[in-house]
């Protein structure tokens, strides 16, 4: 079955974002329950690289056809679960990248959108929560995708958000998107 084209997110309204996100139509991994089968062999790197055998996947088409059938397991783990099996993956941060992002409006009436390393299309809000963790190396900023899964913001993107947050005259940084307010101190 093939893949639809990516659309160009600059061209793209963010109305339009969440239209596409509202028809996107994922496997229902959540209510499949099969027996765990052992260890897929795969692995997403911190850089969103997917691989299988210590060797990169090289077509994005197959990257974004195993992204549909992840799911993260109550105990923190990451399995590719299909109606008759289920098999873990190792992911070193976050299964996605936030690659790209669209802003419109200004403060409170700011909406963000964001296109992931595997093309999907997630709009910042009260579904999708950013929210931002501090560590060692400097701030995480993770965006909810959905299903206890969650997308690394790429660092130009977080400067991005912090130039404006830092324009914003809030108490506390932070950035508004679809009525949400996500602080940006390390919670």
Same mark, same amino acid.
């Given at each position: 079955?093939p893949?639809?084209?990516? &659309? $160009?997110l600059?061209?793209?309204?963010?109305a339009? *974002?969440?239209?596409l996100v509202? #028809?996107?139509?994922?496997? @229902?991994?959540e209510?499949w329950?099969?027996?765990h089968?052992g260890?897929?062999?795969?692995r997403?790197?911190?850089?969103?690289?997917?691989?299988?055998q210590?060797s990169?996947i090289g077509?994005?088409a197959?990257v974004r056809l195993?992204?549909?059938?992840l799911?993260r397991? &109550? $105990?923190g783990?990451?399995?590719?679960?299909t109606? *008759?099996?289920?098999l873990d993956? #190792?992911v070193?941060?976050? @299964?996605f990248?936030a690659?790209?992002m669209k802003?419109?409006?200004?403060?409170r009436?700011?909406r963000?959108?964001?296109r992931?390393?595997?093309?999907d299309?997630?709009g910042?809000?009260?579904?999708h929560?950013?929210?931002f963790e501090?560590r060692g190396?400097g701030?995480? &900023?993770?965006l909810h995708?959905?299903?206890?899964?969650e997308a690394?913001l790429?660092?130009?993107l977080y400067?991005?958000?912090a130039e404006?947050?830092?324009a914003?005259?809030?108490a506390?940084?932070?950035i508004?998107?679809?009525g949400?307010?996500?602080?940006?101190?390390?919670?």
């Amino acid at each position: 079955m093939p893949m639809e084209p990516l &659309p $160009d997110l600059a061209s793209l309204s963010l109305a339009e *974002v969440a239209r596409l996100v509202e #028809e996107q139509r994922l496997p @229902p991994v959540e209510r499949w329950n099969p027996t765990h089968c052992g260890d897929s062999e795969m692995r997403i790197a911190r850089d969103g690289t997917w691989f299988h055998q210590g060797s990169p996947i090289g077509r994005p088409a197959m990257v974004r056809l195993f992204s549909t059938i992840l799911r993260r397991e &109550p $105990d923190g783990r990451y399995v590719l679960v299909t109606p *008759v099996e289920k098999l873990d993956i #190792e992911v070193e941060d976050a @299964p996605f990248v936030a690659v790209e992002m669209k802003v419109e409006g200004e403060g409170r009436e700011r909406r963000l959108g964001f296109r992931l390393n595997t093309g999907d299309l997630v709009g910042a809000g009260p579904d999708h929560a950013l929210r931002f963790e501090q560590r060692g190396d400097g701030p995480h &900023p993770y965006l909810h995708v959905r299903g206890g899964l969650e997308a690394l913001l790429a660092r130009p993107l977080y400067y991005e958000l912090a130039e404006l947050a830092l324009a914003e005259d809030e108490a506390a940084p932070g950035i508004w998107s679809n009525g949400v307010f996500f602080p940006m101190d390390a919670a």
